[in-house]
């Protein structure tokens, strides 16, 4: 006995439908798709094989049907690429990261000289307005925060404030620091 007669005694009436719906329909179907896909063969193939395991699992009612089987098939085909469609405008849109990792990182030197400048410029300062910058800017406190820290009035932390920004500004023009 012949390989091939075994094999076609194992066949069952469904994987016979399937053939004969992949013999008859999968070329038509194809092109169908590749018209609704915009050309990309292998999106209008995921979309053929998804649209013909559709058909295997209802088989029983394929088979119960009069009339060509090709309609139903194009339907099907056309609602998985309409689902595929609005799936991915769901989503957003994916970037790639590779642009990323080609920037060049800021540069450390730069960023030590210029916070060694202002450095040197707070030192300039005197003690009372260096301390109010202080309290205010780098350690992000209110007004009120400030004066309660400081123990002094809340309009003697803004007028420190004011002048130290004055005096800082004047000392970093002297450094050539513009920006």
Same mark, same amino acid.
């Given at each position: 006995m012949r390989k091939d007669a075994v094999v076609a005694d194992r066949t069952t009436p469904d994987e016979e439908l399937m053939r004969a719906l992949y013999d008859d329909h999968a070329g038509?179907?194809?092109a169908f798709v590749l018209r609704l896909v915009a050309g990309d063969r292998h999106r209008a193939e995921d979309v053929v094989q998804e649209t013909l395991v559709r058909a295997w699992r209802n088989a029983d009612q394929l088979q119960r049907a009069t009339g060509s089987i090709r309609p139903w098939l194009v339907t099907v085909a056309r609602r998985i690429v309409i689902d595929g469609h609005r799936s991915r405008q769901a989503r957003p849109q994916e970037v790639d990261a590779t642009p990323l990792e080609t920037m060049p990182a800021a540069d450390v030197i730069d960023r030590a000289l210029r916070l060694m400048t202002?450095? %040197? #410029? &707070?030192?300039?300062?005197?003690?009372?307005?260096? %301390? #109010? &910058?202080?309290?205010t800017y780098f350690k992000e406190r209110t007004v009120s925060e400030a004066a309660a820290v400081l123990r002094v009035p809340a309009g003697t932390v803004r007028s420190r404030v004011f002048y130290a920004l004055r005096s800082l500004r004047l000392s970093l023009e002297e450094r050539g620091v513009t920006e």
């Amino acid at each position: 006995m012949r390989k091939d007669a075994v094999v076609a005694d194992r066949t069952t009436p469904d994987e016979e439908l399937m053939r004969a719906l992949y013999d008859d329909h999968a070329g038509p179907l194809l092109a169908f798709v590749l018209r609704l896909v915009a050309g990309d063969r292998h999106r209008a193939e995921d979309v053929v094989q998804e649209t013909l395991v559709r058909a295997w699992r209802n088989a029983d009612q394929l088979q119960r049907a009069t009339g060509s089987i090709r309609p139903w098939l194009v339907t099907v085909a056309r609602r998985i690429v309409i689902d595929g469609h609005r799936s991915r405008q769901a989503r957003p849109q994916e970037v790639d990261a590779t642009p990323l990792e080609t920037m060049p990182a800021a540069d450390v030197i730069d960023r030590a000289l210029r916070l060694m400048t202002i450095s %040197e #410029a &707070l030192s300039d300062l005197s003690q009372a307005h260096r %301390e #109010a &910058l202080v309290e205010t800017y780098f350690k992000e406190r209110t007004v009120s925060e400030a004066a309660a820290v400081l123990r002094v009035p809340a309009g003697t932390v803004r007028s420190r404030v004011f002048y130290a920004l004055r005096s800082l500004r004047l000392s970093l023009e002297e450094r050539g620091v513009t920006e």
